[in-house]
């Protein structure tokens, strides 16, 4: 599953600079994850960085974007050979 940011962002700063995928940007108010590129983490780290760092826990998972663990390790690849 790909993160989502809820309206109860702070702009706090902290996420962006520490997803691995750079999948967080500042939206038009708040801070948004883009869903083609968060992987969960999932290739990089154990647990979801952005949800670690968030002070107000207002990272859920993204209803409209369920996927396995498969999908997301292929989600992960696919962004590995993006970047060669
Ligand atoms: Fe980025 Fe990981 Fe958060 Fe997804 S879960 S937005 S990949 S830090
Ligand atoms: Fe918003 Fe949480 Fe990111 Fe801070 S860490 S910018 S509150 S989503």
């Excluded at 706090?12 to 967080?24: L, R, T």
């Excluded at 670690?52 to 663990?69: G, R």
Aim: proline share 8%.
């Amino acid at each position: 599953m790909a993160l989502t940011i809820t309206s109860e962002c702070i702009n706090c700063d902290v996420c962006e600079p520490e997803c691995p995928n750079q999948a967080i940007s500042m939206g038009e108010t708040i801070y948004v994850i883009d869903p083609a590129k968060c992987t969960e983490c999932v290739g990089h780290f154990d647990e979801p960085q952005c949800i670690q760092v968030c002070p107000v826990e207002c990272i859920p998972v993204n209803p409209d974007h369920v996927e396995s663990k498969d999908q997301l390790w292929a989600k992960f690849r696919r962004l590995q050979a993006q970047a060669a």
